[in-house]
């Protein structure tokens, strides 16, 4: 009973004290590029998006729409929800694969791991949603395959144990909310497809008519996305598949080996090297075992679904991390996107540490806080130099003068809203033109979301994105209803030095005069100067490289 008391105690704790981490970082963290502009897919609510599909745009909305305030917090409302909901999903399924302290471990490194609490727990994205039913459909996926003691003792042996069940049909909801959460989610289908395969009871599930019911929810879960991708060319499907890799040239990049070791060892920084390294050596330490096994049947029926259900979480975690580990041999892949694997694998080096700690009980305590302490420092230094420029050279704020020039400070591309939305408050002369302009318009996707978050609380003007490279900007309006009126263009202070980008839009209008600009500052100093200028007369709709609606 006391070790109950416990451990509910321990998993409380990861909880409420994660929450209350990752809700500080979620105040002081500036909006990132991406979330500035899954915001405006909260404010352009569609069936789906050009980039990904509808769930991030009702995750990123729930914190302003509930309470009317647009803020770096208001939009990572959903994602602090539901990573919590993720966690206890997450804990559930390692609980039921070993034991509590497993799960308690596992939830453990759920609160530790920098890219996955960053990525999915603190930052508004399409991985919150696809956490979510990612992990649910592992929880479901185990009840579903794998009884009971006493249903194991009925049929006597797991190879006549298993009979479908109505869970099928929910796993088939679960994978397309999943899909219809990211695109990840359909290789999580197929993860459960393969691991059926390889499984000869499982294979069961292919002869049942519950397979028809989970098609069906499926397809039903599936409906946004198709329906918005075949009013519009499938181009969202065209983008991931093959637009996004183009890189701009004919020629196709070539693999090169040093250059996927170079990103594989990258993505251990980003998880931490002390968790990164004991992950990937625990996950090819199990993939190994369960090969080996699989020439070794076992007629112990403990041992074979033991065998199972790690084989389950693999089928489920490891395609996506070895896929773009792989492809980081041959182009750009961001940290985030090989994550979701990495979440289910962290059932497997929860269940290893707690055998470590029956071993070294003190070297795991210190491991682990001592990760947690460092990792919380450098949580505190970031945060400090994001709002204050604690590192930045020059500063008020930063101890011995500094050690990042403005100008080479990588962290000033991201934008202060809140700043920025007081400045124009307190610039009468642009806060009457507001009134007078019909849109405002910017010459990159990624500034479109901090414009408009900025602007909208103060006036409700349309903000729009002039670019070859669009993004949903080239689905969200009619720019024919736009003409003859007058618009704002504004931009960071290096794409106003570059006449060629003004020039682009000269023909657009009757004329484009500067307007004011407007300093950001950090510890004291400028960092950034958004230009603004007048843009009278829109006489033609810019054309862009895919469908719009002018």
């Known amino acids: 009973?006391?070790?109950?008391?416990?451990?509910?105690?321990?998993?409380?704790?990861?909880?409420?004290?994660?929450?209350?981490?990752?809700t500080i970082v979620a105040i002081w963290l500036l909006p990132g590029f991406d979330e500035a502009y899954y915001y405006l897919y909260s404010r352009h609510l569609n069936w789906s998006y050009f980039d990904h599909p509808v769930m991030v745009a009702l995750t990123t909305g729930l914190g302003w729409w509930t309470t009317g305030i647009i803020s770096p917090l208001t939009i990572r409302v959903g994602a602090l929800l539901l990573y919590g909901i993720s966690l206890g999903l997450l804990y559930l399924a390692a609980r039921r694969m070993h034991n509590p302290a497993v799960g308690q471990m596992t939830m453990a490194f759920g609160t530790l791991v920098p890219l996955i609490v960053i990525s999915f727990g603190i930052l508004t994205s399409p991985d919150n949603g696809l956490m979510l039913f990612w992990s649910a459909t592992l929880l479901v996926a185990l009840w579903e395959f794998f009884p009971t003691r006493r249903r194991l003792n009925h049929y006597g042996v797991i190879g006549n144990a298993y009979i479908p069940t109505w869970r099928v049909a929910l796993l088939g909801g679960l994978v397309g909310l999943a899909c219809i959460s990211k695109y990840h989610g359909f290789v999580l289908g197929l993860g459960l497809v393969g691991f059926c395969l390889s499984r000869k009871p499982y294979r069961k599930v292919f002869q049942s008519p519950w397979l028809v019911a989970a098609a069906g929810c499926f397809a039903i879960t599936l409906f946004p996305l198709l329906y918005w991708n075949a009013q519009h060319d499938w181009i969202s499907f065209r983008f991931h598949l093959g637009m996004r890799f183009d890189g701009g040239t004919d020629e196709p990049s070539p693999f090169r080996v040093g250059q996927m070791i170079g990103y594989w060892l990258l993505s251990n920084v980003y998880l931490f090297p002390l968790f990164g390294l004991p992950l990937w050596w625990v996950t090819l330490r199990q993939t190994g075992q369960q090969v080996m096994m699989s020439f070794t049947p076992s007629w112990d029926t403990q041992e074979a679904q033991g065998r199972d259900q790690l084989a389950l979480v693999l089928w489920l975690s490891l395609p996506i991390v070895l896929l773009f580990t792989v492809l980081g041999g041959k182009q750009q892949i961001f940290p985030a996107w090989p994550a979701p694997g990495y979440w289910g694998?962290?059932?497997?080096?929860?269940?290893?540490?707690?055998?470590?700690?029956?071993?070294?009980?003190?070297?795991?305590?210190?491991w682990l806080w001592g990760s947690g302490a460092f990792l919380a420092i450098l949580s505190v230094i970031a945060l400090l130099h994001l709002q204050l420029g604690f590192l930045q050279q020059p500063?008020?704020?930063?101890?011995?003068?500094?050690?990042?020039?403005?100008?080479?400070?990588?962290?000033?591309?991201?934008?202060?809203?809140?700043?920025?939305?007081?400045l124009i408050a307190e610039d009468p002369p642009l806060q009457a033109i507001l009134p007078e302009v019909g849109f405002i318009f910017t010459n990159e996707y990624y500034l479109g979301g901090y414009f408009d978050m900025a602007i909208h609380p103060l006036r409700d003007v349309p903000v729009t994105v002039f670019s070859q490279d669009p993004r949903g900007f080239a689905f969200w309006f009619n720019q024919t209803d736009w003409l003859g009126q007058d618009a704002l263009y504004m931009t960071l202070d290096r794409f106003a030095?570059?006449?060629?980008?003004?020039?682009?839009?000269?023909?657009?209008?009757?004329?484009?005069?500067?307007?004011?600009?407007?300093?950001?500052?950090?510890?004291?100093?400028?960092?950034?100067?958004?230009?603004?200028?007048?843009a009278s007369g829109f006489n033609q709709p810019y054309g862009y490289p895919y469908h719009s609606k002018s």
């Open 395 to 422: 500063s008020r704020y930063a101890p011995f003068g500094g050690l990042i020039p403005v100008e080479q400070d990588g962290s000033t591309e991201l934008i202060d809203t809140l700043q920025l939305r007081r």
């Open 345 to 366: 694998l962290l059932i497997l080096l929860g269940a290893q540490a707690v055998l470590w700690q029956r071993r070294r009980p003190r070297l795991l305590q210190r």
């Open 1 to 22: 009973m006391k070790d109950t008391d416990q451990g509910q105690r321990g998993l409380l704790w990861l909880l409420v004290g994660g929450l209350i981490y990752r």
């Open 497 to 534: 030095e570059n006449p060629d980008i003004l020039g682009q839009y000269q023909p657009l209008f009757d004329t484009i005069e500067p307007l004011t600009t407007l300093d950001l500052r950090r510890g004291g100093e400028v960092t950034e100067t958004i230009h603004l200028f007048r």
